[in-house]
């Protein structure tokens, strides 16, 4: 019965809003009902869950041609959020850590990577409201997701409070970071060298381009580190930034910064 219900309090905001796609009935009352209980929330104003699942692809030009009914609005809220708890959770977990350090962390688990994993965890997909032109953006489907996540947390804010945001963000993000931060796909040893160089007062650390080949869309960039005017090594990357990151991984390893 309370299925029958929930079905019917759907169809009912569906009728009030003019989108593009038909999402009606019992699946995808069922899909955002599980979305509810990963997330471990349940929303008084369900109207609130519903704009911050709707993407934009879902919004019918004609009659919202600034597209105030898809999450974008809510998902800048969330972002600021996201932020700000992340930082206050770090900033109290960590009190030795200085400013740039916290920022880094911060950086990693906002980052669209970790939070788009956050999202595939709660088949945040199988909720989202969609049109059809959102098939000419599958590639983005993490950023859409993660995206989706951050309205989520607006959502949250707007029909409870800053607390039950924590909570979520508690239960789903920071019981990781200690996982994050040992995970080797997610260290960032440009930093890592950054601050030896800092601490040891070098004169600095320089990345030298000593190749490119390949096509424009296809390019293989070779870098080589020197720190302090010590060469420590070079390797290769789809993108300079890619090459970097790997050469800085190996002066890391070389001076048993990790």
Not at 164 to 184: C, G, H, N, P, Q
Not at 222 to 239: H, N, P, Q, R
Not at 243 to 258: F, G
């Amino acid at each position: 019965m309370e299925q029958v219900c929930f079905s019917d309090r759907i169809n009912k905001i569906f009728l009030k809003k003019k989108y593009s796609v038909d999402i009606v009935g019992q699946d995808f009352a069922r899909n955002i009902g599980e979305l509810q209980k990963a997330l471990g929330y349940n929303f008084r104003n369900i109207g609130l869950l519903f704009h911050a699942l709707t993407h934009k692809s879902a919004i019918v030009p004609e009659t919202d041609n600034e597209a105030l009914g898809s999450n974008e609005r809510l998902e800048l809220l969330g972002d600021s959020i996201l932020d700000f708890l992340v930082v206050e959770e770090l900033y109290n977990r960590y009190p030795d850590y200085h400013e740039g350090k916290i920022s880094e962390i911060k950086s990693l688990i906002v980052s669209r990577k970790i939070i788009g994993e956050i999202a595939a965890e709660l088949n945040l997909m199988d909720a989202m409201i969609i049109g059809k032109s959102y098939e000419k953006l599958k590639s983005l489907k993490t950023d859409v997701s993660s995206n989706a996540f951050e309205a989520l947390l607006a959502a949250i804010y707007l029909d409870s409070s800053i607390d039950s945001v924590r909570k979520v963000l508690k239960e789903k993000v920071f019981w990781k970071i200690e996982a994050l931060l040992t995970d080797a796909e997610n260290i960032n040893y440009k930093a890592l060298i950054l601050e030896y160089v800092h601490k040891h007062g070098l004169a600095g650390v320089k990345y030298n381009t000593i190749s490119e080949s390949g096509p424009d869309h296809c390019k293989t960039f070779t870098v080589e580190i020197e720190i302090d005017g010590v060469k420590y090594g070079e390797a290769s990357g789809s993108s300079k930034k890619s090459a970097e990151q790997k050469s800085a991984k190996i002066a890391v390893e070389k001076l048993n910064l990790h």
